[in-house]
């Protein structure tokens, strides 16, 4: 595998840090596969841009309709974050992207949906070529212990009301 970086903290913008990195990638038309989980929402800008920057830039979205808070996870949530690891290595083997995003990831380890062993045996199979970002509030230890970059985004000060402006937040 190329570098691991792995985005965290309670803060807003780990997903957008990810997306720089693969703008980044597309500019140098190289190949970008972003897989999130825990989402299902078209209507973010990253979702929304898929076709003007195809063939460089993929993404996938492995979630159940709606928001449902984390302590309202269930089977169906297992279910998806299984079936979007599962699409990750059929992806990896099939297109060998430049740049993986796998958004969330560290919430779902986080949450039970998938095991960090299993995440962890997946990087083992990552080609040299590919960079992999992992995203997500509450990393566990050993996926910050294995990657080479680690931010961790804290919120310093936000609103007393939750801001969500479209381009900005989705």
């Known amino acids: ?66 928001w449902h808070g984390l302590s309202n996870l ?13 699409f990750a290595e059929k992806i990896v083997k099939e297109k060998k992207p430049h740049l993986l995003v796998l958004d969330e990831i560290n919430l779902a380890v986080y949450c039970g949906l998938i095991d960090v062993k299993e995440v962890l045996n997946f990087l083992d199979k990552i080609p040299k070529k590919t960079d992999v970002v992992l995203t997500g509030r509450y990393a566990p230890r050993e996926l910050i212990e294995r990657a080479e970059f680690v931010n961790e985004v804290v919120d310093v000060k936000h609103p007393e009301h939750t801001v969500t402006r479209k381009g900005i937040q989705y």
């Open 1 to 66: 595998m190329g570098y691991l970086y792995l985005y965290t903290g309670n803060g807003g913008g780990k997903t957008t840090n990810a997306l720089g990195l693969a703008l980044r990638c597309v500019g140098h038309r190289q190949k970008v596969v972003i897989i999130q989980f825990l989402k299902w929402w078209r209507n973010t800008g990253e979702y929304k841009i898929r076709r003007k920057l195809a063939p460089y830039y993929e993404i996938y979205l492995f979630g159940r309709k709606g």
């Open 74 to 86: 269930g089977e169906e949530d297992k279910k998806q974050a299984r079936k979007a690891l599962k």
